[in-house]
């Protein structure tokens, strides 16, 4: 990921007027008052930075900072603490439960500066380790390793919220015949346009394409009903039916896709392997009624 200082949000916990007045001429600033409200704040606004401003000795700091770190959407936010009120023990156990950095009062503009920079630069360097290790090379999709993990977290929120979540398992038709006549290289052509055409039929953040394998992809749809996500798969299958990938610069080629369609509540127990075994099992069904269809 790549943002300028200016995109870089900044949450402050306790509202000081000074310090916002001096992080707002470089940063995006956001700052909140109400201490019981940080962790759906946190959650809102997904800053790339949290500082908790403590003017007096509060113990609730270190409750909140436990529950940031305790919750899987914003466990990753680095926290700095500044603090007018400081002590070598206090330094000690913020830094030992895994603050960030640790800024004594009189807070220093250039300091403060220097030490939001070095933050940002730890975090687009691990953004851009994450996107190697998550990032399928060809799409430029997520691939099964980032897959996995989205399933495994999403699975579980269902399983606490109670409620759905969809599973779309789609297979090129006919793709090895597309290879064998038009090459290896064309065939790339076509898995990229396939997935641009994916992420193009998904109008929500929170729905995971990812390149399953080969030829294979899959699509991840938090909170979703069955016949939502037949919506969703039948705009995809059709603008994926509507594709004229380019060969030689002037002969146009075309494709069709077969999607598999599962929807599940998940109870506690409940296998997510056996959801992504009923999707390929739906998707090879629809392979043997007739290719370029949807079967749940």
């Not at 933050?119 to 799409?139: D, F």
């Not at 075309?254 to 075994?277: H, K, M, N, R, W």
Request: charged letters at 25%; glycine letters at 4%; a negative charge.
């Amino acid at each position: 990921m790549s943002y300028n200082r200016s995109d870089f949000k900044i949450l402050i916990i306790e509202d000081h007027k000074i310090l916002k007045k001096m992080l707002e001429k470089s940063y995006a600033v956001l700052s909140l008052r109400n201490k019981k409200c940080v962790l759906q704040a946190a959650i809102d606004c997904k800053p790339h930075l949290i500082l908790f401003n403590i003017a007096f000795p509060d113990p609730d700091y270190f409750d909140m900072f436990l529950q940031l770190k305790a919750s899987y959407e914003t466990s990753a936010i680095p926290i700095m603490v500044l603090t007018e009120f400081c002590s070598l023990t206090d330094e000690e156990k913020w830094l030992c439960l895994g603050a960030a950095d640790y800024i004594k009062s009189p807070f220093n503009e250039a300091i403060i500066d220097a030490r939001i920079k070095t933050q940002m630069q730890l975090i687009k360097h691990i953004q851009n380790l994450e996107s190697l290790g998550y990032t399928e090379t060809l799409t430029k999709l997520p691939n099964r390793r980032s897959f996995d993990s989205h399933l495994s977290y999403e699975w579980e929120r269902a399983i606490r919220e109670k409620s759905g979540i969809s599973l779309l398992m789609l297979d090129v038709d006919n793709f090895k015949e597309y290879n064998d006549k038009y090459g290896h290289m064309q065939g790339d052509c076509m898995l990229k346009a396939v997935a641009s055409s994916i992420k193009a039929s998904l109008k929500r953040s929170v729905d995971i394409p990812c390149r399953f394998g080969g030829e294979e992809f899959a699509i991840l749809l938090p909170g979703t009903d069955n016949n939502g996500a037949y919506e969703i798969a039948e705009r995809i299958r059709r603008s994926i039916a509507d594709l004229n990938v380019a060969y030689k610069k002037e002969i146009p080629t075309a494709c069709t896709v077969s999607i598999g369609l599962i929807t599940a509540y998940p109870q506690i127990g409940d296998s997510s392997a056996e959801f992504i075994e009923e999707s390929d099992r739906l998707l090879y069904e629809a392979k043997n009624c007739g290719r370029n269809l949807v079967k749940f």
